[in-house]
């Protein structure tokens, strides 16, 4: 007992406030450095921000939904089924609706009709407003033009929110019609000039401008009145829109027994719990939980990435105030307070990096909106902060500041006091239980790939590779993943061994190795980001250019490329077979195309000819003609496949596969050039084939088959082998051989074309299907915008419409690869700059100290350029060697169909060797500082 009284020791709060004061202090003693940790938080936090501001401001609430769908109007309603055939719809969106299913989720459409007038079913004297939406042919400034329109009293004022009024006043005759603004350039007139619609031989005048919320500013249509002529022309989508009569969802159910679907504000606005089960399968929020996926995996990159650069930045702070801690611990803070001073440092910052972050996040999102903006209503529905999740956001933020200094507080807890009092700094030792466990997880990585996708193969090979055995590919992703981590935790011992290696080359090289092994802190985090960022972009260069070569090699060529490909389809609403198509309305469809063509420019045509189907538009067998005849080209029956097999020529039209093409128009349709001899043959009778499985010896086989082995299936559909216990092939009628004139062309729809002359000698009937345009230039947008329209106006009422189609190619790799490659060497050029401006800092007294025994200022750059060689090319090796491992690994599963050569080796080289190289020549070219000879650190 010396009579003294003992200290009492702090409280725990009271610690974790002196605690947060010093690192309070520390922020802002050090803003240099502290700038960069916030910002390295604060750049991805924004982006995040950014995306989650638009996603959400995409999807609309239920008050915003019903707005734009009604305006101030109650529901609409409208016949689509046939009643009472249990017709359902998803109670917030009528237009998706159907039939009961059955266990298998089929159903079969009933027969009958939709009702004419769905407004018989509501009360006598319900106010009812009806709009037909459509489209109609109208004279415009450059010709004729098909353009969007509405029947009926869209300009009633109790349609705000859905059609509003620009300009002018609404029509209060049956002349009178109302466009939108950008209807008026397009028609070529002013506000009170008349709007011609040849179709109803009728002219209306322009009286005013509507503003639809569907419709982007520059997209021109037309407001016409509600008679029975106009609703004729324009379409058969009619809605019954109630002012006045709210509808409930019982109400809703009893017309859709009826047939008729309803969209109701009442509903929208509080929707039913109890539906059915057709509608529960088709309401998921996918829409949502992509955004939450996309969200949290760009989280969890972000957050690895700044966490381990953010954590170099905090080693070298940490080091740099080891000095005054030592103090603050010479005066009776423990190592955990030193430990929770720099913890609380990663906290302020990691705080502040969410605040700055979030704020440009939202503004950039605004900004970003308001310059995406093309009008429309539904495009954003409104700009919504989804605030608990930037609360989120937030929290992420202050986790990723805090865990970026948890490893230098740790560093700092164990330092050792006096030393650092003393200035002394000595370098690192790498620890043995971390190469250790980082080969265990390097092996482990690499066997899990390759045994995934080996695993995966033989399930393909085996058909197990659905349901439950599918999870196996998750093992070809996980295993670079953990191959990764095995390297970031040997990553000292791997610097360790390189400074051993380099230890007998230039002094430069040595000098930078040690450098980067005695600061691991600061060199493995920094080599961790980049391989990071690098590995997911190997893997999305591979995976992705193996996936579009395999497009590429299947892609089936509506016609040539740069080419036009017209087709025609018969217009029938009908349930059921639809109509046979006749040869006077395919005569009248491929000279109608031929006349668009020539219209856009083309410098050649080519009218293609197949047999029509006998099964087309037949309901039974007893409506198949007795005399219909069924004539194709016979594939060997070696190349063909057990049911169930894979069909790698899918898409092509195996089974009425010969194609009449008039010879001076063949080369045109086929994209092909054929000699002077080719072309004589081709007159004289001989095939050309596009296909070569079909040609033996130089010659292909062509049967013929009645209407009713083709309609019952018994004709070869040239893909399936004969099942056993199935109705077999039928003899054909005939066979005949026919010359072949093979050609190397692209896969298309024409695999064997035969001269008119052949077919007539076939015996084959054959009418015009499609017309093939050749264009000596591409048509621009415009020019296939009006080609689109002139389609749509011959097909308006026609048995045949007319589909255009310019054919481009397969997408090439280059529309992804460029922009990628450049994303990913940003992102290794800005990890490579922190971590370099980092050991350029720390590296400030060793630089006095190198310079004060003779260090030239070339052997400074020098060492410059192999820090730079070994950080940037550490990490860009070791991710794109991880990266590399999961496009092997799907190459092998797929059992073929991806194939490593389509890999992008020399784009991933450049990525891994040249980019590295480029970094360290930066940095050589960037002048050393002139060192401070009054600030070296003593030598202990």
């Known amino acids: 007992m010396t009579g003294g009284v003992a200290a009492a020791r702090p409280s725990g709060a009271a610690r974790w406030r002196v605690a947060a004061r010093l690192a309070r202090r520390q922020v802002w003693r050090t803003k240099l450095s502290s700038l960069l940790v916030l910002t390295l938080v604060a750049l991805p936090i924004a982006a995040i921000t950014t995306y989650l501001v638009v996603a959400m401001s995409s999807m609309p609430t239920p008050q915003e939904k019903t707005a734009v769908e009604l305006g101030r109007m109650q529901a609409w309603i409208a016949a689509v089924s046939v009643p009472g055939e249990g017709c359902w719809q998803v109670p917030d969106d009528p237009t998706t609706n159907g039939y009961p299913t059955d266990a298998s989720g089929g159903y079969t459409f009933p027969d009958g009709a939709p009702l004419s007038d769905p407004t018989t079913l509501l009360p006598a004297g319900t106010d009812t407003v009806e709009l037909t939406t459509g489209s109609v042919r109208t004279d415009t400034a450059g010709g004729i033009g098909v353009l969007r329109a509405w029947s009926g009293d869209a300009w009633n004022p109790r349609f705000a929110g859905r059609y509003d009024l620009v300009e002018g006043r609404e029509p209060t005759a049956p002349n009178e019609a109302m466009v939108t603004p950008a209807a008026l350039e397009r028609l070529g007139i002013p506000l009170g000039g008349t709007l011609s619609v040849p179709d109803l031989r009728a002219s209306f005048?322009?009286?005013?401008?509507l503003r639809a919320a569907e419709l982007k500013t520059g997209d021109a249509a037309l407001f016409l009145p509600g008679t029975d002529a106009v609703r004729a022309v324009v379409g058969a989508e009619p809605r019954w829109y109630l002012p006045d009569k709210p509808l409930s969802w019982t109400d809703v159910q009893k017309l859709n027994d009826e047939g008729v679907v309803a969209y109701s504000r009442e509903v929208v606005l509080d929707p039913p719990a109890d539906v059915r089960r057709e509608v529960r399968q088709l309401t998921s929020g996918a829409t949502l939980s992509m955004i939450v996926i996309l969200l949290v995996a760009a989280g969890v990159f972000a957050g690895y990435v700044v966490v381990m650069l953010a954590g170099a930045a905090f080693a070298v702070a940490a080091r740099r105030q080891q000095r005054s801690l030592a103090v603050t611990a010479s005066v009776g803070a423990d190592r955990r307070d030193l430990g929770r001073t720099i913890r609380l440092q990663g906290?302020?910052?990691?705080?502040?990096?969410?605040?700055?972050?979030?704020?440009?996040?939202?503004?950039?999102?605004?900004?970003l909106m308001a310059a995406l903006a093309d009008g429309r209503a539904t495009q954003f529905w409104g700009f919504h902060a989804p605030w608990p999740a930037l609360a989120a956001i937030l929290v992420f933020a202050v986790l990723v500041g805090t865990a970026s200094a948890l490893v230098p507080a740790r560093s700092v807890s164990r330092t050792d006091i006096l030393s650092s009092l003393r200035g002394a700094r000595r370098p690192q030792s790498p620890r043995r239980s971390r190469p250790v466990w980082g080969s265990i997880l390097l092996f482990v990585g690499v066997a899990m790939t390759i045994a995934s996708a080996v695993a995966m193969a033989a399930l393909n090979a085996a058909h197990l590779s659905t349901g439950p055995w599918q999870n196996v590919v998750y093992g070809i992703m996980a295993g670079p993943i953990i191959a990764q981590l095995g390297i970031l935790l040997s990553g000292a011992w791997l610097l360790w061994i390189l400074g051993r290696a380099l230890s007998r080359t230039t002094m430069a090289a040595r000098l930078s190795s040690r450098d980067a092994a005695a600061n691991a802190g600061r060199t493995v985090p920094a080599f961790a980001a980049i391989a990071a960022t690098v590995f997911l972009g190997t893997f999305?260069?591979?995976?992705?250019?193996?996936?579009?070569?395999?497009t590429a090699r299947h892609w089936n060529y509506a016609a040539p490329v740069g080419d036009v490909a017209f087709t025609f389809w018969a217009q029938d609403t009908r349930h059921g077979a639809l109509p046979a198509i006749s040869e006077e309305d395919a005569n009248a469809a491929a000279s109608a195309a031929v006349g668009l063509a020539l219209d856009t420019g083309a410098t050649a045509t080519a009218v293609l000819s197949t047999q029509p189907e006998p099964s087309y538009g037949a309901n039974d067998v007893a409506e198949v003609p007795k005399d219909a005849t069924w004539v194709v080209g016979i594939l060997p029956q070696r190349y063909l496949v057990a049911p169930g097999g894979v069909v790698s020529w899918s898409g092509r039209q195996q089974g009425n596969n010969i194609t009449v093409i008039a010879p001076d128009e063949v080369e045109t349709a086929l994209g092909v050039g054929l000699t002077d001899a080719q072309l004589q043959a081709y007159r004289d009778g001989a095939a050309i084939v596009t296909d070569g499985r079909y040609v033996t010896d130089g010659r292909i086989e062509v049967g013929s088959w009645t209407g009713v082995d083709q309609y019952e299936g018994r004709a070869p559909d040239n893909i399936w082998r004969p099942v056993d216990g199935a109705p077999g092939i039928a003899t054909p009628s005939w066979t005949k051989p026919l010359d072949a004139?093979?050609?190397?062309?692209?896969?298309?729809?024409?695999?064997?074309?035969?001269?008119h002359a052949t077919a007539d000698g076939l015996g084959l009937v054959v009418?015009?299907?499609?017309?093939?345009?050749?264009l000596d230039t591409a048509p621009t947008p415009e020019d296939m915008d009006r080609l689109n329209q002139q389609a749509a106006a011959f097909s308006a009422g026609a048995p045949l419409a007319i589909n255009t189609h310019l054919e481009l190619g397969p997408p090439g790799i280059e529309a992804w690869l460029i922009p990628l490659t450049i994303v990913l060497a940003v992102l290794v050029l800005g990890a490579s700059s922190v971590a370099l401006g980092l050991a350029r800092f720390e590296r400030r007294p060793d630089d006095a100290t190198l310079a004060a025994i003779g260090g030239t200022r070339a052997l400074r750059r020098r060492i410059g350029f192999w820090q730079g060689l070994i950080i940037a090319g550490f990490g860009t090796l070791a991710g794109a060697a991880a990266g590399i491992l999961p496009s092997i690994g799907l190459a092998i599963a797929s059992g073929g169909t991806l194939q490593l050569a389509d890999i992008p080796w020399w784009t991933i080289a450049g990525i891994a060797i040249a980019l590295p190289l480029a970094i360290a020549v930066a940095n050589w070219l960037v002048p050393p500082r002139h060192p401070d000879l009054t600030r070296r650190t003593v030598i202990a």
Request: net charge negative; aromatic share 2%; glycine share 18%.
């Open 205 to 209: 005048t322009v009286v005013g401008t």
């Open 741 to 755: 004139i093979s050609v190397d062309a692209a896969l298309q729809p024409t695999i064997i074309a035969i001269a």
């Open 767 to 774: 009418q015009p299907n499609g017309v093939i345009a050749a």
């Open 540 to 550: 999305g260069m591979g995976a992705f250019a193996m996936q579009a070569a395999d």
């Open 347 to 367: 906290t302020v910052l990691g705080s502040l990096g969410g605040v700055v972050g979030i704020g440009i996040g939202v503004g950039a999102a605004a900004v």
